[in-house]
């Protein structure tokens, strides 16, 4: 496990840097070669040019099973800098199934394999040229971190492009993060 207190990755922190995107209180770093993501909380006042986050909890993931990679149609997990742009199905019960971020059933009303469960943050790239805009949009892409029925898949590349997340891990940060937290996907 990562200490309590530590710097985010520092591409991440360069990333931001060259785009001006301002930190955000919480951090989402996913690692995919490791299929796992951690969670961070900004110190609310640091010296220094970084600010620095304090570790709070890692989480099992699955990632794409056809890898890493920006252009669309290729099922892949965009990597870089991006943000949660959208949060869809608060208020919804365990279980909920979603197609096209509209509710269609719950996983016990013979759902029991759906794709996309539970709550979606849709991401949105925030690197023009490469994660953002064109073939290589991530919002265009409909890149989610999201539950889903088949929760055993979880820590090895199994989705087409999204990352998969436990219902048990995904309601409770579904409540915690704000539209705008900043996500790191790193290879």
Request: charged share 20%; net charge positive.
């Amino acid at each position: 496990m990562p200490s309590a207190v530590q710097h985010p990755p520092l591409a991440f922190l360069l990333a931001c840097a060259r785009r001006g995107v301002r930190f955000s209180p919480w951090l989402l770093v996913c690692n995919v070669h490791a299929q796992r993501m951690d969670l961070y909380r900004r110190f609310a006042a640091v010296a220094g040019r970084w600010p620095a986050y304090r570790w709070l909890r890692r989480f099992r993931v699955s990632t794409s099973r056809f890898g890493t990679g920006q252009v669309r149609d290729t099922n892949r997990t965009p990597l870089g800098l991006h943000r949660i742009a959208e949060k869809i199905g608060g208020g919804w019960p365990i279980g909920a199934v979603f197609r096209n971020r509209r509710l269609t059933g719950f996983t016990w009303q013979g759902q029991p394999t759906a794709p996309i469960a539970h709550r979606i943050f849709w991401l949105e790239g925030l690197e023009p040229g490469f994660n953002r805009g064109g073939d290589v949009d991530t919002f265009a892409r409909y890149i989610y971190i999201h539950g889903l029925a088949d929760e055993p898949t979880l820590g090895r590349p199994a989705s087409r492009g999204c990352i998969h997340l436990s219902a048990a891990d995904l309601l409770p940060l579904y409540d915690r993060l704000p539209v705008g937290t900043l996500v790191w996907i790193e290879p």
